[in-house]
């Protein structure tokens, strides 16, 4: 008798040790990463800087350490691509990924090579529209303005005669527009890019793109945007 209450006792308390280890440690581990792809230029690729240090890869890692698991699953976001490189060849890896959250910034090399203002405005228009199909939760799309390029010590040779702070502003109000009229947020970055002027710390070693320390000042303004969007009125993750 001894030996069959033994063995019950034995096995139930292999039931409970297997219970703890199958459970969750904590709230990070109750749900699968949020799966988030990037598209854009060399701003979100991270230009001038390593890979872990783009901005898309801070603001994953970021929200993840405060309880929002997110996994930067794709950034097929290329230096010198314009908004129909982007629609042409960035989209299908970026679908390729199924998305849950995505980020888009894209336009300066638009402005750069002459692309004028109504033709940016419908290359945008169909870019978010097929963003949107693969993601139609304005809460999980997202957009980042142009920053002003022109400030930094090889800027201006982009810029040739013209008036970039004029053009590039024209720019960011289509992408302020665009995200209006569909309810999605935008972070304005343009001012606070600009404090690359006069600022070799901020400035990678092209003179030109950002350093790891200005696209961290960019995450630090994109975080507080974007935590939000993926958070329910009771303060627990979608």
């Not at 060849?89 to 910034?105: I, K, M, T």
């Not at 799309?141 to 022109?150: A, C, K, N, R």
């Not at 600009?194 to 960019?218: C, I």
Request: charged share 20%; hydrophobic share 45%; with cysteine.
């Amino acid at each position: 008798m001894k030996k069959v209450v033994c063995i019950c006792l034995a096995l139930v308390a292999g039931i409970i040790i297997l219970a703890v280890i199958a459970a969750p440690s904590g709230p990070a581990s109750a749900m699968a990463p949020i799966r988030y792809a990037a598209i854009g230029d060399s701003y979100s690729i991270g230009e001038g800087a390593p890979p872990d240090q783009a901005w898309p890869a801070l603001l994953a890692g970021h929200l993840t350490k405060a309880g929002i698991p997110v996994k930067l699953v794709a950034n097929p976001s290329r230096t010198g691509w314009t908004t129909q490189q982007a629609i042409d060849d960035e989209l299908p890896v970026w679908r390729a990924a199924r998305p849950q959250l995505a980020s888009v910034q894209i336009g300066v090399n638009d402005w750069v090579q002459g692309v004028d203002a109504k033709t940016f405005q419908r290359r945008l228009h169909v870019l978010l529209n097929a963003v949107q199909q693969v993601i139609p939760d304005t809460n999980r799309v997202f957009l980042v303005t142009i920053p002003d390029f022109s400030v930094t010590p090889t800027g201006r040779l982009f810029v040739g005669d013209r008036d970039a702070v004029k053009g590039l502003t024209e720019f960011n109000d289509i992408i302020k527009q665009e995200a209006a009229e569909r309810g999605l947020q935008v972070v304005d970055l343009f001012a606070l890019s600009q404090g690359m002027k006069n600022n070799p710390v901020l400035t990678a070693a092209d003179g030109l793109h950002p350093s790891a320390k200005e696209y961290a000042l960019w995450e630090e303004m994109i975080f507080p945007v974007v935590k939000p969007l993926l958070s329910t009125t009771d303060g627990h993750s979608l």
